[in-house]
């Protein structure tokens, strides 16, 4: 008799926890978030643009304005993802409206925290 004819039953039932813990670890659905800045834009307000002291700097100034796209394109559900930025924005705009907590770091960095993102929105 070969080794393979004797322990073969064996080796089956050793292999067959092996290749499914492989196929499990390696295979996994995860979660993919992207990130796009689609649009940038500069407006130019005609308002003074004054100094800390009151006096007038520039007779116009600009706004900066940004745009950010973040998706999951993976298959699995992405939790507790953190958005941070060196500094609180004016305004936000969140669409499509969802939850999010919010807090500043000691280095004043502002964070937004969404509990969850739901895989291909």
Same mark, same amino acid.
């Given at each position: ?11 089956? %039932? $050793?292999?067959?926890?092996l290749?499914?813990?492989?196929? +499990? ?6 979660a993919? $978030?992207?990130?796009? %800045? ?25 706004v900066?304005? %940004? +745009?950010? $796209?973040? /998706? ?25 409206? /969802? ?9 004043? /960095? ?7 993102? +739901?895989?291909?929105?």
């Open positions: 008799m070969t080794f393979l004819e004797t322990y073969g039953k064996e080796i089956v %039932s $050793l292999l067959i926890p290749v499914t813990w492989v196929l +499990s670890t390696f295979f996994k659905t995860k993919k $978030l992207l990130l796009a %800045s689609p649009h940038n834009f500069t407006f130019l307000v005609q308002q003074p643009l004054l100094g800390p002291q009151g006096n007038q700097i520039s007779p116009t100034q600009n900066y304005t %940004s +745009s950010f $796209l973040i /998706r999951n394109a993976g298959k699995e559900t992405a939790t507790k993802v953190e958005l941070v930025f060196n500094w609180k924005p004016q305004c936000v705009n969140i669409w499509p409206l /969802r939850h999010y907590q919010e807090h500043t770091e000691p280095d004043n /960095r502002y964070v937004m925290i969404f509990d969850s993102m +739901s895989p291909k929105h």
